[in-house]
């Protein structure tokens, strides 16, 4: 597959992604479109969110206001960078952001329309720091409605 048309890229900014996100846009031929999928996890979002040290309503609302700026800047910040970078190889760029399983949401957004490819990371490598979003690919590889590519995590550069 040398050139593609339409490309479903889930990237969230980390190591892992950023290959992910440069296979896409190496493989896209000139106007093609990147739909760039953004998942914000149900599970790691509803433990930053919950009540066991919010002792009241008033407290936990302010930090979950407070937690979802700050995740607005990052996803903002992320969805520009790919943009730009979609921009300078002349290919149409769309983003979305979704809270949920990351497996569910990938599927679920890719059967919603036709995909050429659909482009991830690879999970990231033991001893490598960072959360884990425990993505469960056997369900991806049974349920996508297009050929699924998982970048390798880039080598440490030693």
């Not at 309503?57 to 730009?84: A, I, M, P, Q, W």
């Not at 970078?85 to 919603?112: D, R």
Request: net charge negative.
């Amino acid at each position: 597959m040398n050139s593609v048309n339409h490309v479903l890229l889930a990237s969230h900014g980390t190591e892992g992604a950023l290959a992910a996100e440069q296979m896409a846009l190496s493989m896209c031929c000139k106007g093609a479109k990147i739909h760039h999928l953004i998942v914000v996890p149900k599970r790691l979002w509803q433990g930053m969110t919950g009540d066991d040290w919010l002792n009241n309503g008033s407290t936990r609302d302010t930090f979950r206001r407070y937690l979802e700026n700050e995740l607005d800047k990052e996803v903002s910040e992320h969805r520009e960078r790919v943009s730009k970078n979609a921009e300078q190889h002349e290919l149409e760029y769309i983003s979305e952001v979704v809270l949920g399983e990351p497996e569910e949401c990938l599927i679920n957004t890719c059967n919603k329309e036709s995909y050429d490819l659909v482009i991830m990371g690879s999970p990231r490598p033991k001893g490598k720091t960072g959360l884990r979003s425990r993505m469960k690919t056997e369900t991806l590889l049974r349920s996508l409605s297009a050929p699924l590519l998982i970048v390798p995590y880039p080598a440490d550069p030693q």
